[in-house]
């Protein structure tokens, strides 16, 4: 199995799991990016959409809660999505304040083209994985996610 030989500044040298996560997440996205642009989508618009798929008739906040990111870039997104077809936004009946996005016939049909986008994506980040080296990378990087994100907060930040 072949084993890169990257070049390491040396003040990351005392994080070489770190500096190699974000070499992989630098990697991966970078691929990823190249597949969406041949579906005419710009990343994380397919999470948008996959959630969607899952669930249509979401609000904003409920697609904010589970992509994890901010507000602008939420509304960036489906903006673009809305332009491109994919979405529509519209006032909640409940609360007019509140934005529910559903699925266009355009988008319902991304779902094939999706799944088969991120199938492409894992049979190449995994080509030079066991099926045993494959799970437990998934497991391991489930287990840091959690330690990051379950981290104390520092004094100054808790107080």
Not at 19 to 30: D, G, K, P, S, T
Request: aromatic content about 4%.
């Amino acid at each position: 199995m072949p084993t890169p030989d990257p070049r390491i500044p040396t003040t990351a040298g005392a994080g070489p799991m770190s500096y190699a996560i974000f070499q992989l997440a630098r990697a991966h996205r970078a691929y990823a990016a190249t597949l969406l642009r041949e579906m005419d989508l710009h990343p994380g618009q397919e999470l948008l959409l996959m959630h969607l798929l899952d669930r249509d008739g979401q609000s904003q906040s409920e697609l904010l809660e589970c992509l994890g990111v901010d507000h602008s870039t939420i509304s960036k997104a489906l903006r673009r999505m809305q332009d491109a077809g994919l979405v529509i936004r519209e006032p909640a009946a409940h609360d007019r304040r509140v934005m529910v996005v559903h699925l266009t016939d355009k988008g319902r049909a991304m779902r094939e083209p999706i799944a088969a986008l991120w199938q492409a994506l894992e049979e190449t980040s995994a080509r030079n994985l066991s099926e045993q080296q494959a799970q437990s990378f998934v497991e391991t990087a489930y287990a840091i996610t959690e330690a990051i994100s379950s981290r104390a907060l520092p004094e100054e930040e808790s107080a």
